[in-house]
């Protein structure tokens, strides 16, 4: 398994305000997941991509998946104090593998 | 729907003791169930695969004499910190998936995870 680069590794903005946080993974995939970690809680996901897919919505969620640059990104839009939060991408890599392995992530702060 | 439960939530051991911590799949059957480990402010660090009725697959560098790993049924994998010592303390979480066997377009369901101090 692979495990997906989160940048940046952290970002602090206004309430309102747009959060874009990008995903990058070396081999191929059958799909990518995005997770959020709220502090000291376990993880909660977000949104499935799956390879062939470039675009994908949930609520306030963009997630956008470009398999020639082995990259994605989650845009979360009119963001809240609430949205503050670790995230993190899992690539799910192709060959057959529930097994996830993560980054680092992106800690998100949001500034009421 | 898709609910883990993890118990306890937070131990407080003596080191050189014994901690088992439970991972149950409420409302879904989990044949494989994964465990991580994660230090302050950092990754999760994938620890170990759970299949239901065989041995767990280990991480390369995790020990399997002490990290003890039991899946004795669809809904419960069990990990046992044996002999735990003060850097065994961490924060342990379970996941499982709702979809089992060739289904690999499904999201992982996270416990709540478990603080664990060793003193």
């Known amino acids: 398994s692979q495990q997906g680069e989160e940048d940046p590794q952290a970002l602090s903005i206004q309430e309102g305000e747009n959060a874009t946080m990008n995903c990058s993974y070396k081999?191929?995939?059958?799909?990518l997941q995005w997770y959020r970690q709220n502090s000291g809680r376990g993880l909660v996901h977000l949104i499935l991509?799956?390879?062939?897919?470039r675009e994908k919505h949930s609520g306030r969620l963009r997630v956008t998946l470009d398999t020639s640059k082995k990259s994605s990104s989650l845009l979360i839009t009119a963001s809240r104090a609430a949205d503050t939060a670790s995230y993190f991408c899992?690539?799910?890599?192709?060959?057959?593998?529930?097994?996830?392995?993560f980054g680092k992530g992106t800690k998100l702060t949001v500034n009421p | 729907g898709a609910v883990v439960s993890q118990h306890p939530s937070w131990v407080i051991c003596k080191s050189g003791t014994s901690v088992k911590i439970e991972c149950r799949s409420l409302?879904?059957?989990?044949?494989?169930m994964f465990w991580y480990r994660q230090f302050p402010k950092q990754s999760l660090m994938l620890m170990a695969t759970?299949?239901?009725?065989?041995?767990?697959?280990?991480e390369q560098g995790v020990e399997k004499d002490k990290f003890l790993i039991n899946h004795a049924s669809l809904t419960l994998s069990t990990l046992t910190v044996t002999s735990a010592h003060p850097e065994d303390s961490s924060f342990y979480i379970c996941?499982?998936?709702?979809?089992?066997?060739?289904?690999?377009?499904?999201?992982?369901?996270f416990g709540n995870g478990t603080r664990l101090t060793v003193t």
């Open positions: 996941s499982a998936s709702s979809f089992g066997g060739s289904s690999y377009n499904s999201p992982l369901h």
């Open positions: 899992a690539p799910g890599p192709q060959g057959g593998s529930e097994k996830l392995v």
């Open positions: 991509i799956r390879s062939n897919e």
């Open positions: 409302d879904f059957q989990a044949t494989t």
């Open positions: 081999t191929s995939i059958n799909n």
């Open positions: 759970s299949n239901e009725g065989s041995k767990a697959t280990y």
